[in-house]
């Protein structure tokens, strides 16, 4: 089961320079799953899933960044089993406090997503792609 990163830097193996990561621990960011046709459009928080971050070093930044984490499908799947059988999950979101039923209605969103995704993994900073 997918852990959240709790490091604020990374350690270069070659020169031993300590790099850290330019968004704070705590910072969220989200996808949005409707289309925005005006500025006047109020998004609601059903509208939203939080993206799964990893820490990367970003060749285009050249610098230490955060990255999508982006789950397969087949992983998506085993945790929306484990949250059908009643465990805990920390990714994509805490459902320590969610109901079973609404947990499975939020993960089929990000399921949702990630079949219509095309793009692969990219940095949150610059938007490069990630290798």
């Known amino acids: ?3 959240l ?7 270069c193996f070659k020169c031993g320079e300590e790099h850290f990561f330019p968004h704070g621990p705590g910072r969220v960011y ?13 998004l609601e928080y059903k509208d939203l899933i939080s993206v799964i971050i990893k820490p ?6 050249e610098a230490a960044s955060v990255a ?39 993960l089929k969103s990000y399921i949702s997503w990630k079949m ?7 940095c949150l900073h610059c938007g490069g792609q990630i290798f």
């Open 68 to 106: 999508e984490d982006i789950p397969t499908i087949r992983e998506f799947e085993y945790i929306y089993k484990a949250v059908s059988d009643g465990v805990e999950i920390e990714v994509p979101f805490c459902s320590s406090n969610i109901p079973v039923k609404e947990s499975q209605e939020i």
């Open 1 to 3: 089961m997918r852990k």
């Open 56 to 61: 990367v070093w970003c060749f285009d930044c």
């Open 116 to 122: 219509n995704r095309v793009a692969g993994e990219k």
């Open 30 to 42: 989200y996808y949005l799953l409707v289309e925005i046709e005006s500025s006047m459009d109020r």
């Open 5 to 11: 990163y709790d490091i604020d830097s990374i350690r």
